[in-house]
């Protein structure tokens, strides 16, 4: 099993997460591109880090929305957002090479993710855009969206993800970070979760009934209060129960 984060997100004097920390206990970081969030030096300290833990790295791409935090609906032209796409990947290859790694696989951000998982025409312009700056880049996926097919039809490899510190509805989709109880913050309920996800292929709802997820990757949020104690729990955990972590596109170490 795979598990992964969103790194690279300070900006300038404003802190985001603890990378270095994160990056002891992931095999694979989502790093910004500077669109929703990161800044080209933050950028290119947490790609040395990520060199240094063996660990892969992936383009973070996001809406061009510093201010919400990529978190904003948005609507671009296909043009727009596919030139945005190729911009962001482009720029995070280039601070890579310099870092001594790189661009694996593509993880959309925030408002951008959660919009292409089932809005075909962004979808489109999303895969278009990696198919066009590297087709060989993997595409980080929400499981059971819809998405995934999109992709797939296109020649581009997908790998599915389950996110730790999020709840789910009843019909396996994320519950909005503006309902109550969206978001957990419980190392050790967390832990639990993936555990009962990775061995059963299943989890609790946020109404208590279990949803089938198939996932071969797990992010937790690393701008989540406590998201390096709930990343080391997870990782303890999973180790303990004898599941191999290393990363989908690449192995750490």
């Not at 510093?66 to 957002?81: C, H, I, K, W, Y």
């Not at 694996?104 to 700056?133: C, F, M």
């Not at 590297?134 to 819809?146: N, Q």
């Not at 071969?216 to 390096?228: E, K, L, R, T, W």
């Amino acid at each position: 099993m795979d598990i992964n984060s969103d790194l690279g997100e300070s900006f300038g004097a404003w802190r985001m997460g603890d990378d270095a920390a994160m990056l002891q206990v992931v095999t694979s970081a989502n790093i910004a591109c500077g669109f929703h969030a990161g800044d080209p030096a933050g950028i290119l300290q947490t790609l040395r880090g990520a060199v240094e833990r063996g660990v892969i790295v992936g383009a973070h791409v996001g809406y061009p929305d510093l201010v919400g935090f990529g978190r904003r609906n948005m609507d671009p032209s296909s043009a727009e957002l596919q030139a945005d796409v190729i911009y962001q990947i482009g720029a995070l290859q280039g601070l890579a090479r310099a870092a001594g790694t790189q661009v694996r696989y593509v993880k959309p951000h925030g408002a951008l993710y959660n919009t292409i998982a089932h809005d075909e025409r962004q979808a489109q312009d999303v895969i278009s855009a990696i198919l066009a700056i590297d087709p060989g880049l993997t595409l980080l996926a929400l499981a059971g969206s819809p998405l995934i097919g999109w992709a797939r039809a296109r020649g581009l490899q997908v790998v599915a993800e389950a996110f730790a510190d999020r709840a789910y509805n009843d019909d396996g989709s994320l519950v909005s970070r503006r309902d109550s109880g969206a978001v957990l913050h419980d190392p050790q309920q967390v832990a639990q979760r993936m555990l009962q996800l990775v061995q059963t292929g299943t989890l609790l709802s946020i109404t208590g009934q279990p949803v089938r997820i198939a996932a071969d990757s797990i992010c937790v949020h690393g701008d989540s209060p406590g998201a390096v104690a709930m990343t080391q729990h997870l990782y303890a955990s999973l180790s303990q129960a004898g599941i191999a972590l290393r990363a989908f596109a690449g192995s750490k170490g």
